[in-house]
């Protein structure tokens, strides 16, 4: 079922939405390589060290960009999240042309200041990243948040974080995985 503002979009940005929504699952090759890094955030957000915070999130999002095969994003961590009247931000994705695509993402709530939890930073990571690979690994036009946006999310979660994946289960078959492009490592 579609969020509420699909009806507010254009029939392009509908197709992309659709398709998006289809697709609700990443598949991460080598997943299990790369939680040694997870481990390093979560060491990282316990020693409240923005410079260790800083350089774990970048490793982390280096090596699910080359395993998927896509182009590297800049990312960096700051202190407290921006807040407003609408709330606070966790992280942003922006792309200009002729740039590399950025991820800010904040280690800190506004009223405490205390660190953000590390799933609820991991997960703020995985959003971000999440977007960047709905341009360059999944070719979108656009990423709009889908259910589809949401599981795959999800999905990159539990390829790193395997105990919130629960008991195995047998794999999945159809289109609802997405692989690295043909060529791509």
Same mark, same amino acid.
């Not at 503002?5 to 609700?24: F, N, P, V």
């Not at 990443?26 to 790369?34: D, F, G, K, R, V």
């Not at 280690?107 to 405490?112: A, C, G, K, N």
């Not at 930073?121 to 589809?148: I, K, M, N, P």
């Given at each position: 079922?579609? %969020?509420p ?20 699952r ?9 939680q ?40 960096s961590?700051?202190?407290v ?24 993402l ?8 205390r ?5 609820t ?27 589809? %946006?949401f ?5 990159? %979660? ?28």
């Open positions: 079922m579609p %969020f503002y699909y009806d507010r979009l254009c029939a392009r940005d509908k197709a992309i939405y659709r398709r998006s929504d289809e697709l609700t990443i598949e991460l090759p080598a997943s299990e390589a790369l040694p890094l997870v481990d390093g955030l979560r060491r990282a957000l316990e020693l409240e060290e923005p410079s260790a915070v800083g350089l774990a999130a970048r490793e982390l999002a280096r090596g699910i960009t080359e395993r998927l095969g896509i182009a590297a994003v800049e990312l961590v700051l202190p999240r921006p807040s407003s009247s609408w709330g606070e931000l966790h992280g942003l994705y922006t792309r200009e042309p002729g740039r590399s695509a950025r991820i800010q904040w280690m800190r709530t506004v009223r405490h200041k660190v953000v939890a590390f799933r930073f991991l997960r703020t990571l995985l959003h971000e990243v999440g977007h960047h690979v709905d341009y360059e690994h999944l070719r979108l036009a656009d990423s709009f948040h889908t259910e589809g %946006f599981k795959r999310e999800s999905s990159l %979660f539990k390829q790193l974080v395997p105990e919130a994946a629960g008991p195995p289960r047998r794999a999945a078959t159809g289109q609802d995985s997405v692989s690295p492009r043909p060529g791509r490592k």
